[in-house]
């Protein structure tokens, strides 16, 4: 809709282009950069794909939609007018279909691929390739190659300011000798913050850390810090961590409470920052309505803002990191303060548990 009232009355974009931005846009998830068989591309970003689609035909951003003949090479050129700058090219089509093995062959590792388009970025003396995954080694981060396997290819480089030429060819001969339609997503991205060290990096071994305060409501359950009973079903570290764990336990003898319990950390200065990411390991098992927040507070604890929150209806968790981007309500603060905090239902007291380990709060700049 929002590429339409851009583009104007009957406008509208080709499913492999919509592809490319939903991944184009996408927020880094993962231990490390690029794809991974995890987190897939990522976590979608309506906000930043609506704003590609408004900036898109400046120099920073733009959205390709072409043809490749056969035998071709398209030629794209791109002025990254600084240092240091971050090029990410993004190449999606839709493929001719493939043949897959007759049943039943599962997971099939024989490449399916028809048309193998092939992306280059050339510039600054170098050339850059597309991410490549290795099905196997599926825990390994993904590499840059020549990726003959997917019809997505992804070029991200830190890149020096001068031109770069982004081309699009193809391996072999064309399906019946017929064009390829794709789309081409170029972004120029300010350089990433650099890391400058974690103001918070607690695995809670030695208890409750220092400067770290519980609250709870009359009646209900305190956050513990609790050694891990290998093997156990509540009471194991179950957050994908190890050793010590911090859990907010709301069934106890077979009786729940009604419960708003907060696990606070002591305030770092952030005034120095001009980022700050939080990061922790958890795991949860949902009964009813409970709610699992994380809030923040830039005051030393006055006023607090909620930057994460889950609720559910009777559901198990699984080991998860969680990744949330404070910057916008920390960096630049000097009492920065995070809190845990668990809610047990509106329609009666209920509860199961919210585990917590490995919590970090990394400052930039």
């Given at each position: 809709?929002?590429?339409?009232?851009?583009?104007?009355?009957?406008?509208?974009?080709?499913?492999?282009?919509?592809?490319?931005?939903?991944?184009?846009?996408?927020?880094?998830?993962?231990?490390?950069?690029?794809?991974?068989?995890?987190?897939?591309?990522?976590?979608?970003?309506t906000r930043?794909?609506?704003?590609?689609?408004?900036?898109?035909?400046?120099?920073?951003?733009?959205?390709?939609?072409?043809?490749?003949q056969?035998?071709?090479t398209?030629?794209?050129?791109?002025?990254?007018?600084?240092?240091?700058?971050?090029?990410?090219?993004?190449?999606?089509?839709?493929?001719?279909?493939?043949?897959?093995?007759?049943?039943?062959?599962?997971?099939?590792?024989?490449?399916?691929?028809?048309?193998?388009?092939?992306?280059?970025?050339?510039?600054?003396?170098?050339?850059?390739?597309?991410?490549?995954?290795?099905?196997?080694?599926?825990?390994?981060?993904?590499?840059?190659?020549?990726?003959?396997?997917?019809?997505?290819?992804q070029?991200?480089?830190?890149?020096?300011?001068?031109?770069?030429?982004?081309?699009?060819?193809?391996?072999?001969?064309?399906?019946?000798?017929?064009?390829?339609?794709?789309?081409?997503?170029v972004?120029?991205?300010?350089?990433?913050?650099?890391?400058?060290?974690?103001?918070?990096?607690?695995?809670?071994?030695?208890?409750?850390?220092?400067?770290?305060t519980?609250?709870?409501?009359?009646?209900?359950?305190?956050?513990q810090?609790?050694?891990?009973?290998p093997?156990?079903?509540?009471?194991?570290?179950?957050?994908?961590?190890?050793g010590?764990?911090?859990?907010?336990?709301?069934?106890?003898?077979?009786?729940?409470?009604?419960?708003?319990?907060?696990?606070?950390?002591?305030?770092?200065?952030?005034?120095?920052?001009?980022?700050?990411?939080?990061?922790?390991?958890?795991?949860?098992?949902?009964?009813?309505?409970?709610?699992?927040?994380?809030d923040?507070?830039?005051?030393?604890?006055?006023?607090?803002?909620?930057v994460?929150?889950?609720?559910?209806?009777?559901?198990?968790?699984?080991?998860?990191?969680?990744s949330?981007?404070?910057?916008?309500?920390?960096?630049?603060?000097?009492?920065?303060?995070?809190?845990?905090?668990?809610?047990?239902?509106?329609?009666?007291?209920?509860?199961?548990?919210?585990?917590?380990?490995?919590?970090?709060?990394?400052?930039?700049?």
């Amino acid at each position: 809709e929002h590429y339409e009232n851009v583009n104007g009355n009957g406008q509208f974009m080709r499913a492999a282009t919509l592809k490319g931005l939903a991944i184009h846009t996408a927020d880094e998830t993962g231990s490390a950069p690029g794809p991974d068989y995890q987190y897939g591309w990522g976590l979608l970003n309506t906000r930043k794909a609506a704003g590609m689609i408004t900036a898109a035909g400046s120099n920073s951003q733009q959205i390709i939609e072409a043809t490749l003949q056969p035998g071709a090479t398209n030629t794209v050129s791109i002025e990254v007018p600084d240092s240091q700058a971050v090029l990410k090219v993004t190449l999606v089509w839709t493929d001719p279909a493939g043949t897959p093995p007759a049943p039943p062959v599962l997971d099939a590792t024989q490449p399916m691929l028809v048309n193998d388009l092939d992306l280059r970025v050339v510039g600054g003396g170098e050339t850059y390739f597309p991410w490549i995954l290795d099905p196997e080694n599926p825990d390994n981060p993904a590499t840059a190659g020549d990726n003959w396997r997917d019809n997505v290819e992804q070029v991200q480089a830190s890149v020096t300011a001068g031109t770069y030429n982004i081309s699009v060819s193809h391996k072999g001969a064309l399906s019946a000798s017929q064009p390829q339609d794709y789309a081409l997503l170029v972004s120029i991205l300010p350089p990433p913050p650099v890391a400058s060290g974690y103001a918070i990096d607690e695995d809670f071994s030695a208890g409750l850390p220092a400067g770290w305060t519980l609250e709870k409501n009359s009646g209900g359950r305190d956050w513990q810090i609790l050694d891990p009973i290998p093997g156990h079903e509540e009471f194991d570290n179950l957050t994908g961590g190890s050793g010590r764990f911090a859990m907010l336990d709301n069934y106890v003898d077979g009786s729940f409470a009604w419960t708003r319990s907060s696990l606070i950390s002591h305030a770092v200065d952030l005034s120095a920052s001009s980022a700050a990411t939080l990061t922790f390991n958890s795991y949860f098992i949902y009964d009813t309505v409970e709610t699992l927040n994380v809030d923040v507070s830039n005051d030393g604890g006055s006023n607090w803002v909620n930057v994460w929150s889950r609720q559910g209806f009777g559901a198990s968790g699984l080991p998860t990191v969680e990744s949330v981007d404070l910057s916008s309500v920390a960096a630049g603060y000097n009492s920065v303060k995070v809190r845990f905090r668990f809610e047990s239902g509106f329609i009666g007291p209920d509860g199961y548990h919210w585990q917590v380990d490995n919590v970090r709060l990394q400052r930039y700049g």
